[in-house]
């Protein structure tokens, strides 16, 4: 098999060739479409009964107070949660028009198509920036040098890390600064060329001018990509997204446009918790 | 005032007790090597490395087979021993369910216990009987066969140690699960692998009992698997219960190579991990 072949088999995927049809502009059919979703954790139910249609092309937020499944909620979306044990799933999630969950599907593709980002950057500690922008690729079969190496600059240039590293390729992953790690890890994660980007409280663990950076990033990728985004922090939210979707105890209570959730919630319980009265 | 002189004094008493303790584990191993410098020494030259065993009498001579068909013996065993032990591990560490590991677990600590002797005769009775004869791999079977409980319990601890964060980065690349093991996480502890493959190396490196009914011995060169061949610890244990003071010296000079060698891949392990701290595992 050649290179090409290699490299259009792994990016072939349902779906592409309606993305770049579809250009940037918000398409009018929802990237998830997700039915009565409960989500349990042994006895334990953490999600209940959500019901939600994450639109493309846009930045979604996830808020909530702590313990209540929005992070669980994210794992759902590219099955991630599987790798917990004993946690069962009722209710349907569509990802452009498919069954996430029918027998069939994958988990691996599914992955492939849904990338994540993760709370505490995690750059694999044996493998130099480069490698790691493009283990995800070479570990999918990708060997050709010429295609890694176009696609690590473009994955760099995407999460603007690219003016910092380009001289320092080959020095360790770990070697970066918190912000820039965690960067390191969009870039990572953007290198495959995933339809969607989960991420997970991404700017946590981060100080305020490394939070700037991803924020920024965020609203850049957004262009290109479906983000879905999990933050315990308001403003963020406000800064970044263009829908709001409250979860309280295991509960979507409401999900609106950003600007009209923060200024006019509609139930009590989201007002009380956007003004600080727990939480 | 009374109740803290007592105090002072039992706190005095620990001290001393704890160092003299101290003290009684260094001893053993520096006794070890005094004597072993003082007898051995002398009769360890460039014959001792270069010459085969003279027969009785004849002076000089030296253990070139031996040292040689040691490492053969554990370049063998090294096959069977380290992808069994380390595949082990890792299954330990990233398969199985909770009670199967239990026992799998249970099974190799007390595999790791039973005397080395018992492996001899277990693998008499599996190679060397069925083939009618004594033979290298009989002895590498016998020294691979310990060394898999000891490499599968190491592999576990440090392919345990790596966090959960790169599994799942990993994972959430759509990298495959296999994958994963093999490219992420494996990498990520083989310092820690490698590790518990040369304390294992080391420590079936001057086993005997196991030799004894397998590979016997041998006091001329043999590069033939299917023969019989010499180890150094047999051949220690052989001058050694012979009355003869030449044979004596050379199973002195035999112990001080082979327990160097034992000790220096033991430092080559400490050199190995030094910079483990620094890193994420």
């Not at chain 1, 995690?122 to 999918?140: A, H, K, Q, Y």
């Not at chain 1, 994955?155 to 020095?171: F, I």
């Not at chain 1, 990728?221 to 997204?241: C, E, G």
């Not at chain 1, 709001?244 to 999900?255: C, D, N, S």
Request: glycine letters at 8%.
């Amino acid at each position: 098999m050649t290179t090409a072949q290699v490299a259009t088999e792994i990016q072939l995927r349902p779906g592409e060739d309606e993305r770049s049809s579809a250009g940037a502009a918000p398409d009018s059919k929802p990237a998830f479409e997700v039915r009565n979703l409960s989500i349990w954790y042994g006895q334990k139910e953490a999600i209940h009964d959500v019901t939600i249609d994450i639109p493309r092309h846009n930045v979604t937020a996830i808020i909530g107070p702590s313990g209540c499944g929005k992070s669980t909620f994210l794992r759902c979306l590219n099955r991630m949660h599987e790798l917990v044990p004993n946690t069962r799933v009722e209710g349907k999630i569509l990802f452009q028009g498919e069954d996430l969950y029918s027998p069939g599907t994958d988990p691996t593709i599914v992955r492939r198509r849904i990338g994540m980002v993760f709370q505490k950057s995690n750059p694999f500690p044996t493998m130099s920036i480069e490698e790691n922008v493009i283990v995800g690729l070479r570990l999918n079969g990708l060997r050709n040098r010429r295609l890694l190496a176009e696609r690590t600059e473009k994955a760099l240039r995407m999460s603007a890390l690219w003016d910092e590293v380009k001289n320092d390729l080959h020095k360790p992953g770990m070697s970066l600064s918190g912000g820039q790690q965690q960067r390191l890890c969009i870039a990572r994660a953007i290198a495959i060329e995933p339809e969607v980007l989960l991420m997970d409280e991404p700017a946590s663990a981060l100080d305020p001018i490394a939070t700037m950076k991803i924020e920024e990033l965020i609203r850049e990728l957004r262009k290109n990509y479906t983000i879905v985004i999990v933050t315990h922090n308001m403003q963020q939210a406000t800064r970044v997204s263009d829908k709001t979707a409250f979860f309280y105890v295991g509960q979507l209570i409401e999900f609106d446009e950003t600007t009209r959730l923060f200024s006019h919630p509609k139930e009590k319980r989201t007002e009380d918790y956007i003004t600080g009265r727990f939480g | 005032m009374n109740n803290h002189r007592w105090r002072k004094i039992k706190s005095a008493l620990a001290s001393v007790i704890s160092f003299v303790s101290a003290v009684l584990v260094i001893a053993p191993l520096a006794l070890i090597f005094f004597h072993l410098i003082r007898n051995g020494a002398s009769s360890v030259n460039w014959a001792f490395f270069t010459e085969l065993p003279k027969p009785v009498g004849a002076a000089g001579g030296g253990m070139a087979n031996a040292i040689v068909g040691s490492f053969e013996l554990l370049g063998l065993a090294s096959l069977i021993g380290i992808p069994i032990g380390v595949l082990g591990g890792v299954y330990l560490a990233e398969y199985g369910t909770t009670r199967g590991n239990w026992a799998l677990r249970f099974i190799a600590d007390v595999l790791n216990g039973v005397p080395s002797i018992t492996w001899g005769v277990v693998v008499y009775g599996l190679a060397v009987l069925p083939f009618k004869g004594f033979s290298a791999f009989a002895g590498a079977l016998a020294l691979g066969l310990m060394m898999i409980p000891l490499i599968m319990r190491t592999t576990e601890e440090v392919v345990l140690l790596v966090p959960n964060g790169y599994r799942e980065a990993a994972l959430a690349l759509g990298i495959a699960r296999w994958k994963t093991i093999v490219h992420i996480v494996m990498k990520t502890a083989s310092k820690g692998i490698i590790t518990g493959i040369l304390l294992a190396l080391a420590r079936v490196a001057g086993e005997t009992a196991p030799l004894l009914f397998t590979a016997f011995g041998n006091r001329f060169w043999n590069h033939d698997p299917t023969q019989p061949i010499a180890a150094v610890p047999l051949q220690i244990f052989s001058y050694a219960i012979s009355p003869y003071d030449d044979w004596h010296r050379q199973a002195w000079a035999g112990a001080l190579v082979l327990l160097t060698t034992i000790f220096l891949i033991n430092v080559a392990v400490r050199v190995v991990t030094r910079d483990r701290t620094a890193r994420v595992i």
